[in-house]
DNA sequence: ATAATAAGTGAACGAGAGGTCACTTAAGTT
DNA sequence: AACTTAAGTGACCTCTCGTTCACTTATTAT
C-alpha cells in the first residue's frame, strides 16, 4: 500500500469522477475511498486539477494503445456470420468492461469543459469506430462479401447505430439485455441489406 | 422586470447549466447574469434544485408539446430528393436553435445524475428520432418509394448517425458545416439504398 | 392616497470545498 | 545502526458555496 498509491488514486478518480463529473468529486471522498486522510494525496498530486489532468493522459495513452494502431484491427470476418459474431465480441466487451464504461462516462460529461476531453470523446463515440470499420468493410468488400460502395460511408452507417445503443446501456444500465439484442438485430439487417446478392 | 423574471432565470440557469453543468454552476453568477444579487433568486425559487426541477419540468413539457404529439408529424415526402430536403431542414432547426442545442447539453451533463433527465436525455437522443421517422418511412413504403421493410429499424439505422453528427456539432461546432455536409450525403446514400430500383 | 403584497438588497451564517504545513511513521540506502 | 527520503496524518487556513433574514423599494388593489 505504497508505491502504487498513485495509480490507485487514478483508478478510484475514474470511479468518482464518471459517478459524479469533476466538479461534483471532492477529496476527502475520493481520499477516504482509498483509506487516506486527504491531505494524504497531496503527496502524489499537486492539486485536484492535477488528478484530472493525468487521468486524461492515461485515459489518451490507453485509447492509442488499444485502438491507435494498426496491429489491433481484427481480422477480416469471413463471412457474414462471422461479421456479426465479431460485432458482438466488441460490443460485449465495451459494455461490459467497467473501465471502458467509466471512461465513456467521464468523457460525456467533462466533453465541453476540457479540450483534450472533447477531442477523445469524438475518438471514442465516433471517429474511432469508424475507422476501424472502414478497414474491415473495406477488406469484406474485397472478399466479396459484401457489395462494392463507399467503406467509410458504411462504416459510418453501421457503427454510429451501434454507439448510440452503447450510449442507451450506459444510461439505463437496465436496457442492456434489450440493446445488445437490438445491436444483433442490427447487424444482420445491416449485413443483409449491403451483402451481395444471393442467387439462388 | 418584474413578472417575468421567474422565466428569466429558467432561460439563464439553462444557459449556464448547459454550459457548465449543474454542479459548476453558482447562483451569484447565475443572479449576476440577470441583473440581481443572489438573493434575489430566493424570491423566485426556494433553492437551486429547485430551479433545475423547474426547468426540467419546462423541458419536458416543451417536449411534449413539440415532438409529443401526432399532430406535429412533418408529412410524409413525395420524393426521394423531398426525403433529403426535408431531413436537412429538421437537422439546421435542430443544429442552430440555441434553446435545443443547449437543452441536449443539459441533458447530456446530467443524465447519470438525475432519472428525468436520464430519461428524457434517451428521447431526445434515440427513441424519439426513431419514433418520427418510424411513421416517415412508413408512409414512404405505402408510397412504393422505398422498398418495404421493417420501418422501425429503417429509422433506427436512419436516425442514429444523424444523431451521432449532431452530438458532434454540440461539441465540436467548429465542424458543423462538415458535418451537415456529411448528414446531407448520409441522407443520399440512404435513400439510394433503400429506394426502390429504378429500372431505367 | 393608502394599505398590502411582491420584488430586490446587502450583510451574515454555517458548511464544505481545495489546499498548506509541521509533524510522525515507514522504507530504503550505505 | 544511523541517516535520508517518501508516505501518511491531523489541525488549520482561506475561499466560495447555498441559504437566511431584516430591510428597502416597486407594484398593485381598494
Avoid at 481520499?31 to 492515461?58: M, P, Q, T
Avoid at 484491427?73 to 460490443?91: A, C, G, K, N, Q
Avoid at 472533447?118 to 471517429?127: G, N, V
Amino acid at each position: 500500500m505504497a508505491k502504487d498509491t498513485k495509480e490507485r488514486i487514478l483508478t478510484a478518480a475514474l470511479e468518482m469522477f464518471s459517478h459524479k463529473g469533476y466538479e461534483g468529486t471532492n477529496i476527502r471522498e475520493l481520499s477516504a475511498s482509498l483509506g487516506l486522510v486527504k491531505s494524504g494525496i497531496y503527496k502524489h498530486f499537486e492539486s485536484k486539477e492535477a488528478i484530472w489532468n493525468a487521468l486524461l493522459d492515461r485515459m489518451i495513452a490507453y485509447y492509442g494503445e488499444r485502438f491507435g494502431s494498426a496491429e489491433h484491427l481484427p481480422p477480416v470476418p469471413d463471412s457474414p456470420e462471422d461479421f456479426v459474431s465479431m460485432t458482438m465480441r466488441m460490443v460485449n466487451l465495451t459494455i461490459r468492461d467497467e473501465q471502458i464504461v467509466m471512461t465513456r462516462k467521464v468523457l460525456t460529461l467533462e466533453q465541453y469543459r476540457d479540450e483534450r476531453a472533447r477531442d477523445l470523446a469524438t475518438k471514442h463515440f465516433l471517429t474511432g469506430l469508424t475507422e476501424m470499420f472502414t478497414h474491415i468493410l473495406a477488406g469484406m468488400m474485397d472478399k466479396g462479401l459484401i457489395r462494392r460502395d463507399d467503406p467509410a460511408m458504411l462504416a459510418f452507417a453501421y457503427t454510429a447505430p451501434i454507439s448510440a445503443l452503447i450510449h442507451l446501456c450506459d444510461r439505463e444500465p437496465e436496457r442492456t439485455e434489450d440493446a445488445i439484442a437490438k445491436i444483433e438485430a442490427f447487424s444482420r439487417h445491416f449485413i443483409t441489406v449491403y451483402g451481395v446478392k444471393h442467387d439462388v
